[in-house]
């Protein structure tokens, strides 16, 4: 028989798209349940997001020794991180040693990706079409697509005329890139032009930011790791793996349960000063109401608005990198190494788009509403379709022809971020409705992994060949999600957490802000009640004589 012959005839237990962190644990967890697994991605090596993700300073904003895998001992004592927050390259050798330790490759189709899964009740198999092999089926799919992993490209009149060369720093080529005498234009300031323009600046005969609305960045204070901190944790890490999964965003850090109205002024500025020292993410734990009470997050905005007066020496400039319309936090915060510090450069311009909004792209450059820019290069910084994106370009038919497209028509309904009603036996990976976007990425992925592999273990025990979500619990689920996110000021901002980034996006809070402690609660519970709120049903006799 020929081999995509075979392959359609084949039925795996399970189709995997998506070799990131996810991707490649759930492989792992289901080759240790003794189930059949192939894996789908659209790249042609593992990574996910650090395959992609390679523009110049990309750096990761958790800490090197909490942002990997703790499920094997071997493999994180063996694993050496060379910086306290690693680079891209770093963490994608690191992506390839799991690859290697553990030879995950075996399962991975490479260089494809699917376009369509569609579900048959009568077999319960879903059938994935992909854009370069025969269908494949299997009993469940597993959505390991992550949740920045679909760039979004702005619609600007005259893109596709320029005639230089252009990027996007979710997609960026493999081979170094030199700008070396080039003009370049950035488009956009978030976290990856905050990691972005400085290097480029260092490099580039000069640089013109294009700043739609400026974001919080805190200083990373990234340095080598040394001997002894590493061994540290190290000798520690079955503790402090533990602790971190019960904290509110799955990284340990230095927590200060104080409001910060309980403080005097010259107390609170010492402990703002203190923590813009320690650097990085740790700033927004300077106290315990930043994200819920506005006049103690006025006192954050206040202290980092002073910082960049302090740090740009141009006034004018300084103001209009000053963030106004949003809490500080409440958009993922930025960490830099030497951002504002960039805008002292000479070689350097920032254009305010709301002073002088874009008009157009040329083939020789840029147009704002107040002039022309030439520009030899333009790399667009524009974010991505975050959570929702790579899994709405998958065209998904589920139970009676419904489709996940018009089941999310109003935003992701979910329940736990795990599944979605009307979607049988297929799983998310830190989906919509689950911490995923505010936590420690790979933290809140073997937690997902963990549960998924557990839940299929059960179903097998107990002889159940389909689970699907029970749209009255996924329906409480989306209600208590939003009810905790609005108790927050995380909603006062415009940001990708809501879909404001993306136009004609639905408007909705997509991330669990409750946290990773109480949500792995949530979920252990539900397990241990009998998977409560999903709905379980029997092999079919036709399922049981394939099986």
């Known amino acids: 028989m020929p081999q995509d012959a075979a392959e359609s005839a084949r039925i795996h237990d399970v189709v995997i798209v998506g070799a990131g962190f996810g991707g490649m644990y759930m492989l792992h967890r289901l080759r240790g349940l003794g189930l059949s697994a192939k894996v789908i991605e659209a790249g042609s090596g593992v990574g996910g997001t650090w395959y992609w993700n390679r523009y110049p300073g990309a750096r990761c904003d958790v800490e090197s020794m909490q942002y990997s895998f703790g499920f094997s001992d071997e493999l994180q004592q063996a694993w050496r991180w060379s910086e306290l927050f690693s680079g891209q390259p770093e963490i994608l050798r690191y992506a390839n040693f799991v690859?290697?330790?553990?030879?995950?490759?075996?399962d991975i189709t490479f260089n494809t990706r699917v376009q369509a899964a569609s579900w048959d009740e009568a077999t319960a198999c879903w059938t994935v079409s992909t854009d370069s092999t025969a269908p494949v089926r299997a009993h469940h799919v597993i959505m390991a697509t992550g949740c920045l992993s679909s760039s979004r490209m702005p619609d600007i009149a005259g893109r596709d005329t320029f005639k230089g060369r252009t990027f996007h720093t979710g997609q960026w080529p493999h081979q170094e890139i030199d700008f070396t005498d080039q003009v370049v234009g950035v488009?956009?300031?978030?976290?990856?032009?905050?990691?972005?323009?400085?290097?480029i600046a260092a490099q580039a005969k000069h640089v013109y930011v294009f700043q739609r609305t400026p974001n919080f960045s805190i200083p990373s204070r990234n340095a080598p790791i040394q001997a002894e901190y590493e061994a540290q944790w190290k000798r520690d890490y079955t503790r402090r793996r533990a602790e971190a999964r019960k904290t509110r965003s799955g990284?340990?850090?230095?927590?200060?349960?104080?409001?910060?109205?309980a403080d005097s002024e010259a107390d609170r500025r010492a402990h703002y000063e203190q923590r813009w020292k320690l650097g990085g993410t740790y700033f927004m734990q300077s106290y315990n109401d930043l994200a819920l009470n506005k006049a103690s997050n006025d006192t954050a905005v206040a202290f980092v608005h002073e910082k960049i007066r302090s740090i740009v020496q141009d006034p004018a400039i300084a103001e209009k990198l000053l963030p106004t319309n949003h809490p500080i936090g409440?958009?993922?915060i930025c960490v830099d190494t030497h951002?504002?510090?960039t805008f002292n450069r000479p070689n350097v311009t920032l254009v305010d788009l709301h002073d002088t909004p874009i008009s157009q792209i040329t083939p020789d450059g840029l147009d704002t509403s107040a002039q022309s820019y030439g520009l030899d290069a333009i790399i667009f910084a524009t974010g991505f379709d975050a959570m929702t994106g790579t899994l709405l370009k998958i065209d998904i038919h589920g139970r009676n022809g419904a489709t996940l497209r018009d089941?999310?028509?109003?935003?992701?309904h979910t329940y736990l971020g795990l599944m979605t009603a009307g979607m049988p036996n297929m799983f998310m990976i830190t989906g919509p409705g689950s911490p995923s976007v505010l936590s420690n990425m790979i933290v809140s992925i073997e937690q997902h992994v963990d549960w998924i592999a557990e839940c299929l273990a059960w179903m097998r025990s107990n002889r159940k060949s389909v689970i699907d979500a029970d749209q009255a619990a996924q329906d409480a689920w989306v209600a208590h999600v939003n009810d905790v996110a609005h108790r927050t000021l995380y909603p006062q901002a415009n940001s990708w957490y809501m879909g404001?980034?993306?136009p004609g996006k639905p408007q909705v809070f997509m991330p669990y802000i409750g946290g990773v402690g109480v949500y792995r609660e949530k979920c252990e519970a539900i397990a241990a009640a009998g998977y409560e709120g999903f709905v379980m049903t029997h092999a079919t006799a036709a399922v049981q004589a394939a099986e």
């Open 99 to 106: 690859a290697d330790t553990f030879d995950l490759r075996r």
């Open 187 to 199: 488009i956009g300031t978030g976290s990856s032009a905050i990691q972005s323009i400085p290097v």
């Open 251 to 261: 990284v340990l850090s230095p927590l200060n349960d104080k409001s910060a109205l």
């Open 330 to 332: 409440t958009k993922r």
């Open 339 to 341: 951002y504002y510090e």
């Open 407 to 412: 089941s999310w028509a109003a935003g992701p």
């Open 500 to 502: 404001a980034n993306i």
